[in-house]
């Protein structure tokens, strides 16, 4: 009888440790876990002159592969552009085509680790299109 008491409290003890470990930043499935974030953006134009500002990266919460990017082509902070992150390739971003204080975007972008993503994206603001490649570095 005493053999199986103890085997029990070594598990109780051993699942009270597990529960209690500190949050390591695993993203636990989330696919988006790796975009959250403040990120310097160093976006290059073929019409204005290159550029560096901050963008933040939240998710959306209405759903779960998409994630909002705050102050895309420096169109300030109350304003956002939504992508997808690739359920398949985890590392591929979609801008799908959208309307953002009367600019149309859409474009492309390419996790290369957990700190730097590449984009490409155009920016049709009704008299010319913008042709735009950026590096996002995660601050």
Not at 4 to 14: D, H, S
Not at 27 to 32: A, E, L, P
Not at 86 to 92: D, K, R, Y
Not at 105 to 122: D, E, H, L, R, V
């Amino acid at each position: 009888m005493k053999t199986p008491f103890k085997a029990l409290i070594a598990l109780c003890g051993i699942l009270v440790l597990a529960a209690c470990q500190k949050d390591d930043g695993i993203n636990d499935g989330d696919i988006r876990a790796d975009f959250i974030g403040s990120w310097k953006c160093t976006q290059t134009s073929k019409i204005i002159a290159p550029s560096e500002f901050t963008v933040t990266i939240t998710k959306d919460t209405t759903n779960a592969s998409r994630i909002k990017l705050s102050n895309f082509y420096k169109l300030g902070s109350s304003s956002g552009v939504y992508a997808n992150v690739s359920t398949v390739t985890a590392s591929a971003i979609d801008i799908p085509v959208q309307t953002v204080q009367s600019n149309i975007i859409k474009g492309s972008g390419t996790q290369i680790n957990t700190t730097k993503i590449n984009f490409t994206y155009t920016v049709d603001d009704g008299n010319e299109t913008d042709t735009l490649t950026a590096v996002f570095t995660k601050l």
